[in-house]
């Protein structure tokens, strides 16, 4: 770990775990900004330096000013984001639709100062037979609808707060998309017949899936570790680990969730490094928050049946039928129009994403065997396996 990361990782123990930590300030401060910027982690870094008036005065004027910045950007976002749920929970109960906010949402509660706990859209759970009366919802309050599919409803609000509805968790096309959806499942009695909230269980299970989605799509940032910490250590109310264990283990991420934990304690809590597979400190420091491309493509070839170009592509582009039902409801139950949808996915593939798609199959292309080989082996230490089923 470099000097900019450990300064990173000191800053967010001060911030968020509340650490007395002592901090090199003798860093190249245009890496540090630019690291802390591609894990969206600004307003933390900010928070974490500022608590020591003595550290504080040592960061550069024009880092100082550029943290400022963002720190106050973050509290603007925050009470967009807050305005804009308070105003969709009246309007979805008035309209009688069950909805779940899901984690940024609900995670950004734990955190020591909620609004530096960015997010850069609001997710909700829905059922797809509201959609109608989300779209009337959204509409009503000035939302703008964007890209979706039958999986998704995508709006953007006054203040450029971008809410997804989804009725799924993750899209069945994920690892674990198919034992983990929809989701409902999880979710509690509270006293709301609308506005519902997600068990214990449900909250940390779903914040360790979408961890695990975006670590083989190209790679997580250090918010979803430091998301972990805090699920297990800053929330009032902790899962019942047996089922939580239990669950891991059938969706054959127990390992992985294993691993990401021990991660957590080390970069935040009191952990042994020495415990950790090696590479992963590293290979999440250079992720970044939305993962690197050509890692994704890697991964792909790496994690598909055969290993191959043309696995890979096969995979990505004929998705499975319980993915395609998903995403296009109207040819659920109905075996004959799923070439229809086959079909209306490639279309929308290729006008929408066409140039995506070239450098895909162009990257694909330059994955050789031994790529593939040591990319799996990598994978496998870390706890990732598409071909490994856990008792």
């Given amino acids: 770990m470099n000097a900019e990361s450990r300064l990173l990782i000191g800053a967010l123990r001060r911030a968020v775990a509340g650490r007395e930590e002592t901090l090199c300030l003798n860093v190249d401060w245009q890496k540090t900004l630019k690291l802390a910027a591609a894990h969206m982690l600004l307003p933390l870094l900010y928070?974490?330096?500022h608590r020591v008036p003595e550290d504080w005065a040592k960061v550069p004027e024009a880092a100082q000013k550029t943290l400022q910045q963002y720190f106050m950007r973050a509290v603007y976002r925050d009470a967009q984001f807050a305005h804009a749920r308070e105003r969709l929970t009246e309007e979805l109960t008035g309209a009688q639709v069950p909805h779940v906010f899901l984690k940024g949402a609900v995670l950004k509660k734990d955190y020591p100062v909620p609004a530096l706990r960015t997010m850069c859209d609001m997710d909700v759970l829905v059922y797809t037979k509201d959609y109608a009366a989300i779209d009337a919802v959204s509409e009503?309050?000035?939302?703008?609808?964007?890209?979706?599919?039958?999986?998704?409803?995508?709006y953007s609000f006054p203040g450029g707060v971008t809410v997804e509805f989804h009725p799924n968790l993750l899209h069945h096309g994920t690892p674990v998309?198919?034992?983990?959806?929809?989701?409902?499942?999880y979710v509690k009695e509270n006293g709301e017949l609308f506005c519902r909230e997600m068990t214990e269980e449900g909250v940390y299970l779903n914040t360790l899936c979408h961890l695990a989605n975006h670590f083989v799509d190209g790679g997580v940032g250090v918010r979803f570790v430091l998301d972990v910490w805090v699920s297990r250590h800053l929330r009032k109310s902790q899962p019942d680990r047996e089922f939580v264990e239990k669950e891991l283990r059938r969706f054959g991420l127990l390992e992985f969730a294993r691993h990401i934990e021990t991660l957590a304690e080390v970069w935040f809590g009191e952990g042994d490094s020495s415990l950790l597979p090696e590479g992963l400190e590293e290979y999440i420091l250079s992720s970044g928050s939305h993962g690197l491309s050509d890692?994704?493509?890697l991964n792909a070839v790496a994690l598909s049946p055969g290993g191959t170009q043309s696995s890979a592509l096969l995979k990505k582009v004929f998705y499975s039928r319980?993915?395609?039902?998903?995403?296009?409801?109207?040819?659920?139950?109905?075996p004959w129009l799923l070439p229809a949808a086959w079909c209306t996915r490639a279309f929308r593939a290729v006008?929408?994403?066409?140039?995506?798609?070239?450098?895909?199959?162009?990257?694909?292309g330059?994955?050789?065997?031994?790529?593939?080989?040591?990319?799996?082996?990598?994978?496998?230490?870390?706890?990732?396996?598409a071909h490994k089923k856990e008792q």
Avoid: M
């Fill in 351 to 364: 006008t929408r994403h066409g140039s995506l798609i070239l450098k895909w199959e162009k990257g694909t």
């Fill in 366 to 385: 330059e994955v050789s065997k031994e790529d593939v080989r040591q990319q799996r082996q990598l994978l496998r230490r870390f706890g990732i396996d």
């Fill in 177 to 185: 998309g198919t034992q983990i959806n929809p989701g409902w499942q």
């Fill in 47 to 49: 928070d974490g330096l």
């Fill in 295 to 297: 890692r994704a493509i």
């Fill in 140 to 154: 009503k309050l000035g939302g703008k609808p964007g890209h979706s599919d039958g999986n998704h409803r995508n």
């Fill in 322 to 334: 319980a993915e395609l039902e998903d995403r296009f409801p109207w040819c659920k139950g109905k």
